[in-house]
């Protein structure tokens, strides 16, 4: 993306993150128009003869005001973004949906008779609720679920149940954290679930802080830090910093509802407690079309129309892809981030015939990127995209799953690349020249016995904070 030469002066776009800003002079009033225009961002990328390649963003400038930070809200975590007028469903009707609901699992619910049992079952429960739209029936879906991850001291499973429960129907979070924390025991968990547990706890944290709420702050940090102790190289990071957020907690804690003025004591220690928090919030990742690139590769018999941008389809956080089998294949690109530390999280649906992960892409046409292979094909192959050259080969075979989704993790940290699958490694290789890069996704279009298909559940992307010195 470029800013066109009769743009207002001082207009940037920053090419590392793709970020546009403006610092706005002090005699400029009125409406002013920013004209940007856009090249191709990856060689054998051509541009739909019926796509926009410029587009005008007109700003009204009627000065500014520094808000305060009091009003400041979490727009970095999910919930705060997704504010919604739901209301629970009427109580009688979930009674009644959640009687229904009992006859339908009388069985699996009695054969559930171990904690690992009734947490395979709760985890099952959730993902069939998190297919389906608001009811009372997924209402009492929900409570079932979290019943019975309560009686498993699925910790992971109970903290997901309660955000969709907030999203999809208002209900808070925040309620009642600290007998919930209580109940929490790290011997229930294993290292996939304690992550999720550890994801979920510093996002409350932040929700929480917003609210005041610093002694439910002070009993969920508690349990993170034991989940992390012992901990090294970026967890023990993340351990460090919530050891300050403990500290700030507790001080405000003692200290009442403090005083609002921004320069007191309490409100910089208030300040200083969300800066540490928000440093480890996740952020939602291939979330608007509008903001992503679409690329395909020319050696396909049958173009897909605008790079194939029309098979993309995004749904409450759910991301698919769909086309008919052909030659070469077609992919997306972030263009908003240029990163080299990083942890992406999301569910992949088992349902997906083809997923390459593409990081470390250049900006310039002599594409440098590589791919990690997500699918069944070669889950955690590692290779180049110029010349297909093998880095790193699958290391073992990840079990099936009982679920319809499975949990993908991917972290760089500068040359090092880590990929779990529902808690199993399945490639933890060095990369010598990784440079930082932007990331996307990639479908092989021909499929042998399938259509190449594509679904992926809540990506969110966690840029990491630089290492202490």
């Known amino acids: 993306m470029k800013t066109d030469p ?22 400029v009033s ?3 128009v920013i004209r940007v225009s856009a090249e191709p961002l990856l060689p054998d990328v051509e541009f739909a003869t019926d796509a926009r ?24 975590t999910p919930d705060a973004t997704q504010m919604t007028d739901a209301r629970p469903p009427d109580p009688d009707e979930v009674a009644a949906a959640a009687k229904e609901l009992e006859e339908v699992y009388k069985r699996e619910v009695s054969q559930a008779r171990t904690p690992a049992a009734r947490s395979e079952l709760a985890r099952t429960l959730f993902l069939v ?3 389906k739209p608001a009811s009372a029936t ?6 079932l679920a979290e019943e019975l991850a309560s009686r498993a001291k699925a910790a992971d499973i109970i903290l997901d149940v309660r955000q969709l429960r907030h999203r999809r129907y208002g209900v808070s979070e925040l309620e009642e954290l600290e007998p919930l924390f209580r109940t929490f025991s790290k011997s229930a968990l294993n290292q996939l679930q304690q992550d999720v547990v550890v994801e979920h706890t510093v996002r409350l944290c932040r929700n929480a802080a917003t609210a005041g709420d610093w002694a439910s702050i002070d009993h969920m940090v508690s349990f993170a830090k034991s989940l992390l102790k012992n901990a090294d190289g970026v967890a023990e990071q993340l351990n460090d910093d919530l050891n300050t957020v403990a500290d700030l907690a507790s001080q405000l804690k003692s200290a009442g509802t403090g005083s609002l003025d921004p320069a ?8 200083a407690l969300i800066q540490k928090l928000d440093r480890w919030q ?17 050696n396909t018999a049958n173009p897909l129309p605008q790079n194939g941008k029309p098979q993309w389809k995004l749904q409450d956080g759910r991301l698919t892809f769909d086309a008919s089998s052909q030659d070469g294949a077609a992919g997306l690109i972030d263009v908003q981030r240029e990163v080299d530390r990083y942890v ?15 990081f470390g892409a250049s900006r310039d046409q002599n594409l440098s990127a590589f791919t990690l292979i997500l699918d069944a094909t070669a889950p955690g192959q590692v290779q180049r995209v110029s010349g297909g050259t093998v880095i790193a080969r699958p290391g073992v075979s990840v079990p099936a799953s009982g679920f319809t989704r499975r949990r993908v993790e991917i972290m760089v940290d500068k040359s090092s690349v880590l990929a779990r699958m529902d808690g199993v490694v399945i490639t933890n290789t060095q990369i010598a020249d990784l440079n930082a890069g932007r990331i996307g996704l990639l479908v092989a279009l021909q499929q042998q016995s399938s259509l190449p298909r594509l679904q992926i559940h809540d990506a969110r992307i966690l840029v990491l904070p630089a290492p202490a010195n």
């Open 129 to 131: 609720s998190a297919d």
């Open 30 to 32: 009125g409406k002013q």
């Open 53 to 76: 390649t410029e587009t005008s963003i007109v700003v009204d400038v009627q000065g500014s005001s520094t808000p305060d930070a009091t009003q400041m809200t979490d727009a970095r």
């Open 6 to 27: 009769d743009s207002p002066p001082g207009v940037v776009i920053d090419p590392g993150t793709g970020v546009l800003s403006w610092d706005v002079p002090k005699d």
């Open 344 to 358: 992406v999280r999301f569910e992949m649906s088992v349902e997906t015939t083809s997923l390459q992960f593409i």
């Open 138 to 143: 997924d209402y009492a879906l929900l409570n």
């Open 264 to 271: 007191s004591p309490d409100a910089l220690r208030r300040d």
């Open 282 to 298: 996740f952020e939602r990742l291939f979330s608007d079309l509008e903001k992503l690139s679409f690329f395909q590769a020319r």
